[in-house]
Every structure is written in structure tokens, then in C-alpha cells.
């Protein structure tokens, strides 16, 4: 008999899980990570394949059909697509993706491929060397482009773009992604800036509501639905040829539709990327619990998911950055 599936006390059936492989990276992104921060998770603390794979086969069972690898930079996890083409031929899982920086993509995106990943974004939140260099911590745009041509080369189609639009840092070159996203066959995510920690504080916040106006009236934007699962509303081209999403956490959050988790490297599934709500499931899975153990736990963890975020109204709440908490 099918077990019921993972519901919150809001309704909302919790399909889309996002795991974090690893909290490191190799750039140190304005938004994200602190340049001098060095508080990382030891590995031993780390998940290994066999445990994430034994868990989320567990969140399969109960209705997750979506699994998104994220970091830190998830590409800088050993082997990763082994763990991959695990969770691809897990029962129930429909589609395993892929979020990252882009600066190891050339190597792997083949590899990436045949182990089952069929859907990537790449963050580029500049076309400009030097605003790279500024907001990445260094200057990576030449790995970043031929990675996106090696995902290209590997077959990724469509490949997502997502930009973090910052205020007096990269609004004016908004027009200038989007044609490049355009010619390349990419879709473009444009993405407001979260209040996390004080890197994601910092970051001058850019309402997209007039951006997402501005650009519907030059382009004759109507409204598009793409797959995915994740928060972005889209908007299309009338010809159909190119996307544009917006993710607005802030101007329009999305809370009442959300169907996502979020599960750290070390096993603590956070069930709100704005809350402090949390489960942890490492000391359960090195315990000896059995499979019933870890469903009765993932029940107990969904009931925490609050019904909404904070950011407007409490900014100063969350004290982990965007890395601690897995992409």
C-alpha cells in the first residue's frame, strides 16, 4: 500500500527537496559568503552518498519527485555524479537537478549527463569582467562561459540562468542578459537579493516588480508555465523562443505554494529558507533508526514548516548565510 504522502500543516505537499552536498565554494559571492569566513562543516559531518540516497529513496516513497543537488558549489563534492545516477534510478523520482557557479561545469557536464541530471542553472550575475571579479570575489567569467558551452555541447536543454539583481550593481546591465540569454537559447531567472546573514543585508535589494514591467512592455511578455517545481514565475516571448523568470521573495513572496525543502550536507533539513525551523537527521541515520524510524522523523519535520517567511518584516532575523543553508 502507497504511504501517504508528506503534507504540512498548510496543505502543501512537500515534493521538491533540495540537498546541499557540500558548504564550501570556491568563490566567495558578495550575497552568500563572507571572504573570510572559515566556520565550515567537517567532513565527517557530511552525509555520505549512501545515507542522503537511503533518506531521500525514503521522501520518494512519500511523494518528492524532484531533487535539486546544490552547495556551496556542489561540483566540488567528490564523485558527485555517482550520487546522481542514484537518485536518478530511485522509484518515484522524476527529475534530479543541478544548481552551481559554473566554474567546474566544463569537466563534469558530461559526466553530469549520463548519470541522469537533466536540468541545470548556472549563476552569472554579470557579463563584465570586472563586475564578476566584484561580486564574485574574483574573475571566473571565462570558466563560467565555457562551461555553459560544454553543458550546451552535452546536450542540457534549456539551460537556466540565474542572475541576483542588486541595486547599484548590476541593474544596469539587466537589458545586456537578457539579449545574451536570448541569442544563446538560455533562460534567464532573475532573482531579489535575501536578507541572510549579513553578506545577504548588504546587498543593495532590487524591487523586480518595475524591472518586470519595463521589460514585459519591450518584449510583449505574456505569462508561461515551465517545468521545474522551484518559486519562479515566467514570462514568454508571444513566439515562444525565449523565458524569463522572476524569483521575488520579497516584492511577491511565493509562501502559499511552496513544495520545497532544503537538506544541509551534515543532514539538518531546514523546512523554511527564511525560519529558523529544523530537523536533524544525521544523529538518526549513524543510530541505527529504522526505515519506519526515518518516515515517523520526516513526518515529524514537515509538521514544523512554517507558513510563510520574514523578510520584510523581521530582515534582521536570520543569522546563517545562504551557504549554510544549501543553495
Given amino acids: 500500500m502507497t504511504p501517504p504522502p508528506l503534507i504540512d500543516r498548510y496543505g502543501r505537499a512537500i515534493e521538491y527537496v533540495r540537498v546541499s552536498v557540500t558548504d564550501r565554494c ?14 565550515f562543516e567537517e567532513p565527517e559531518h557530511w552525509l555520505t552518498f549512501a545515507e542522503s540516497t537511503r533518506l531521500l529513496g525514503l521522501m520518494a516513497r512519500l511523494g518528492t ?35 552551481t557557479n559554473g566554474t567546474q561545469l566544463a569537466r563534469h557536464a ?10 541545470l542553472n548556472v549563476s ?13 570575489g574574483r574573475d571566473v567569467l571565462p570558466q563560467v562561459l565555457e562551461g ?5 555541447a552535452a546536450g542540457f536543454a534549456p539551460i537556466k540562468i540565474n542572475t541576483v539583481a542588486m541595486a547599484g550593481v548590476n541593474e544596469d546591465e539587466i537589458d545586456q542578459l537578457v539579449a545574451y540569454c536570448m541569442a544563446e537559447g538560455f533562460i534567464l531567472r532573475l532573482i531579489e537579493a535575501m536578507p541572510m546573514g549579513d553578506t545577504g543585508r548588504q546587498t543593495g535589494f532590487l524591487d523586480l516588480q518595475p524591472v518586470k514591467a519595463r521589460l514585459c512592455a519591450r518584449f510583449g511578455l505574456v505569462d508561461a508555465v515551465l517545468p521545474g517545481g522551484g518559486p519562479a514565475r515566467y514570462l514568454a516571448t508571444p513566439d515562444g523562443r525565449f523565458s524569463l523568470g522572476f524569483i521575488t521573495p520579497l516584492s511577491q513572496h511565493f509562501c502559499a505554494t511552496c513544495n520545497r525543502v532544503r537538506l544541509t550536507v551534515d543532514g539538518t ?6 525560519q529558523e525551523e529544523k530537523f536533524e537527521f544525521r544523529p538518526l541515520l549513524r543510530g541505527g533508526a529504522s526505515d519506519d524510524d526515518l518516515v515517523a522523523a520526516l513526518r515529524r519535520a514537515i509538521e514544523l514548516k512554517p507558513e510563510r517567511h520574514e523578510f520584510r518584516e523581521k530582515p534582521h532575523k536570520l543569522v546563517r548565510f545562504m551557504s549554510m543553508t544549501g543553495g
Fill in 110 to 119: 558530461q559526466a553530469l549527463r549520463d548519470a541522469g541530471v537533466r536540468r
Fill in 65 to 99: 519527485r524532484r531533487i535539486r543537488l546544490t552547495g556551496g558549489e556542489p561540483l566540488l563534492r567528490r564523485n558527485l555524479p555517482q550520487l546522481a545516477a542514484a537518485l536518478a534510478r530511485l522509484p518515484g523520482i522524476e527529475e534530479v537537478a543541478l544548481s
Fill in 269 to 274: 533539513m531546514y523546512l523554511c529558507l527564511g
Fill in 124 to 136: 552569472l550575475d554579470s557579463l563584465r569582467a570586472e563586475r564578476v571579479a566584484q561580486v564574485n
Fill in 148 to 152: 555553459l558551452g560544454a553543458a550546451k
Fill in 26 to 39: 570556491d568563490l566567495r559571492c558578495s550575497y552568500c559568503l563572507p571572504k573570510d569566513f572559515h566556520g
